[in-house]
């Protein structure tokens, strides 16, 4: 089974396509650019989602719903947000069908034509910030914290599951304050939520910055990013953060009074992370054998195999550990299919990326010991029975760290420091990966760069070191290196 | 506060429609149908969600999600359903928006037309069996059990927050069988699951029935209901479950090998139930002064006001019964803010119709005790502090079966058995409610009385005894009664 993936060496795209397809997590579906995310896929999404929404809570938000739809006026308001959002998106311009008169099928009824066509949001600013015109009126309605679980629609003209789809699942937060600072500090505050919720829990390090004036969100006046690294070398853009300043408020009229009875325009932040973290997790962990699942999101961390096929001794031992995995709210699957080989079950599981599988067979039994295989490392031991329960808890904590260890090791391989132009291209080309370099701090040198290496500023790191230079272009002075990296 | 609803005496339909907007549940938006779910109402369906959603994957379904657009000619495939949902929904034709040349926003691009139109699901049967199509080759795939939580829009002409909106959220099952009776197994099993929850969890008493054929789903062979008695005597339908039989199948080819090697069409069920469930909620247990809220659906459970204002051993006190009750898994809030008076603060709580509210002050300090208030039977009590979270933990369970009994109460009371076309048309004029009556199982009498009265069959119960007696309109022969009511 395991054959049936081209390797990483060979074609990197096709290999990501091909865990996605073998791993049943995704495919496409009928309707151009928007895929279906099959059981597997959306049981990760489940438990990305599950514990993003109690970081959510636990630092004061609450969830909302807003409409789907956005009349076409609204996305003219904001300046900057309509040239980033309001073109490449999906139009409702009619309500009805009707009968073909020759029986062929439905056809748009011309007569429900409505009066302004509506977007099927690309984001929900514009709608939202309508909404909020009506819930501030004073301080003491600040701040208001509120997220959004939804689905969006960006016409993408070359899409990949979950990288890139018209259609995404995704979350928004949309924040109003009463002062820039506020404001700031809460955009920071959710990018260290998404640093976090990475490292700690996708098992994926991340580079934390903020994004030069040109690869802003389009309305903000500044944009908080993480910045993965992809087993290819190139750059995965996972969360942004944004503060708008003041110009949604100014574009939908949000005025508040403040304490001392002035009006003034609100302050406000979004900040979201989508179904795209699929695809980075898939291209953070995953080997030629399949998907790698950090424990901590696996949907099935626990397998158990009975060796060759179920046997009520085998069964009575499966259930016991079960029973005893659970209650420590670790998920467990035992796999009595008496049809399907061993060897095949264990391709299977690899292939998904299940991170311990238990295989257990009557000669081991004998031994008071049962095989535990990483899916990590590929390792296997026999562990006794006696408290394997407590060894597999450890274990599983072990992989979530090794995962981590693992990337973090690959990314510091493949970061690089380089001074001219010339050993950028060749880094570059020879090397990939992240390069640190100075950046005289202009949209012309960044463009440039671009044009001619593809490579863009991912961000400016947050922990960047003053350190005196020169840009490589301009050769004008710098302050300290910026992060470039071609990216997905 | 309280003094700002409507009494239900005096106009119903304005009473629901001002609990929505001052216990903050929903509002409308800019986008006509469309509303604006606002974070109490949300954390309110978010608790259904959660509770409906474990008792999916307890009955072995599994979680995906599928495109939120649906090709056009896909309506066309299944005769019946196209009639009942082909018609009135929202129709995507362009996919690109472009700057007015007179400088006055956007516009949408005429070049960017879409070569088949897009539908914005109203259900999801097409697009998910297309996708069935190559999931199921062989009765090993089978059964495939499925559910979705998404947002679908129905172009709806009058609209009513949560009973009726444009878009709304739901979750749809869709499942796949080898054999009739499995399907039919299947429909039956989520029948029963709706049933429970609705009566355990939204303390709600429903009557279980099926759809007479000119009332059933679009497509369906079967409808499986439950109906529930709002306060002012109309029946809600609060979910259904669809036996669909062969009918997608065969309109998208979806066959497998059965086990003698032979082709067979697969049999189908889908089930639902949506955010309508909020507003059979309100109208089920709300009253002049509020929303009242079954424990067990309440984002807060138990809120504690300091009296009259906060102070350190009050909040002490606070914070201590408030470790204790989380400790129990029971939702509380404190409400610090020292600004409001508390009897402001106790009409707000009783708009959001919060179960149990505490009041904690010096002098009942002084005795040992506190005040315990219920929000569904408005009864005050000074109970002593030792052990008070026992109490409450048991309180909270005598109020959600108080709820439920009430409910139950009502109904009966509401609810008649007649004989005669005379007698059915007093009834539903005096006294409205649940009418039990013969009927001869023709479409005919059925559409005569819905007619002539407004009132529809709203199920034919599943424990209907054996009786015979004679339809009121034919006079022919019947051998139970169906449940007649006027509905939402």
């Known amino acids: 089974m395991a054959k049936e993936i081209t390797p990483r060496s060979e074609n990197y795209s096709q290999w990501y396509l091909d865990i996605v397809k073998k791993a049943g997590l ?7 650019g928007s895929m279906v995310i099959k059981p597997y896929g959306y049981a990760i999404w489940e438990n990305i989602k599950e514990d993003l929404d109690r970081r959510f809570k636990e630092t004061g938000h609450q969830n909302a719903y807003f409409p789907l739809f956005i009349p076409k006026s609204f996305l003219s308001k904001e300046a900057d947000h309509v040239e980033g959002f309001a073109k490449e998106c999906a139009v409702v311009t009619h309500h009805r069908l009707m009968n073909n008169p020759d029986g062929s099928g439905v056809v748009v009824d011309p007569s429900a034509k409505l009066e302004e066509e509506l977007i099927v949001r690309p984001t929900s600013e514009t709608i939202i910030w309508n909404t909020y015109k009506n819930w501030i009126k004073s301080y003491r309605d600040l701040p208001l914290l509120i997220n959004q679980w939804a689905n969006v629609v960006r016409w993408e003209m070359r899409t990949r599951p979950f990288l890139r789809t018209a259609e995404f699942l995704w979350q928004e937060g949309h924040t109003a304050h009463a002062t820039k600072e506020e404001a700031i500090q809460e955009a920071k505050q959710m990018h260290d939520v998404y640093a976090d919720f990475a490292e700690s829990v996708m098992a994926m390090p991340v580079i934390k910055g903020s994004k030069s004036e040109s690869e802003r969100f389009a309305g903000a006046l500044d944009t908080f990013t993480i910045e993965a690294m992809m087993q290819d070398g190139k750059a995965l853009q996972a969360g942004t953060s944004h503060f708008l300043g ?29 179904t795209r973290l699929v695809g980075a997790l898939i291209m953070t962990h995953s080997d030629d054998d399949g998907l790698v699942l950090p424990p901590k999101l696996a949907p099935i961390q626990v397998v158990i195999v009975p060796i060759p096929k179920p046997n009520e001794k085998i069964l009575e031992v499966a259930n016991g550990i079960t029973t005893k995995l659970k209650s420590k709210g670790i998920s467990v699957k035992i796999d009595i299919d008496d049809k ?32 535990v295989a990483r899916r990590d490392t590929k390792e296997k031991n026999a562990i006794p029975l006696a408290n394997i329960e407590d060894y597999i808890e450890n274990l599983l904590v072990e992989i979530q ?9 690959f990314r510091k391989e493949r970061t690089s ?24 701090g202009t949209a012309e040198t960044e463009e440039k760069i671009k044009e001619l290496t593809k490579a863009t500023i991912r961000c400016i790191p947050l922990d960047a070191k003053d ?4 840009d490589m272009i301009s050769g004008k002075p710098s302050k300290n290196r910026v992060l470039f990296a071609k990216a997905y």
Chains 1, 2 share one sequence.
């Not at 995704?26 to 151009?32: D, K």
């Not at 350190?467 to 020169?470: P, T």
């Open 26 to 32: 995704a495919e496409n579906s009928a309707v151009r």
């Open 417 to 440: 420091y380089v001074d001219t132009f010339e050993e950028f291209k060749n880094v570059l080309e020879d090397k990939g990966g992240f390069i640190y370099a100075h950046w005289d």
């Open 467 to 470: 350190e005196k230079g020169v």
């Open 246 to 274: 003041q110009n949604f408020a100014k574009a939908f009229e949000v005025k508040f009074l403040n304490n001392e009875n002035k009006e003034e325009f609100v302050w406000a932040t979004s900040w979201g992370v989508s």
């Open 340 to 371: 399907k080989r061993p060897g095949f079950k264990f391709a299977e599981y690899e292939m998904m990326g299940v991170p311990i599988r238990l295989g257990i067979g009557m000669r081991d039994l004998d031994k008071g010991v049962v095989e």
């Open 401 to 409: 760290d090794n995962l981590f260890q693992k990337a973090l090791n």
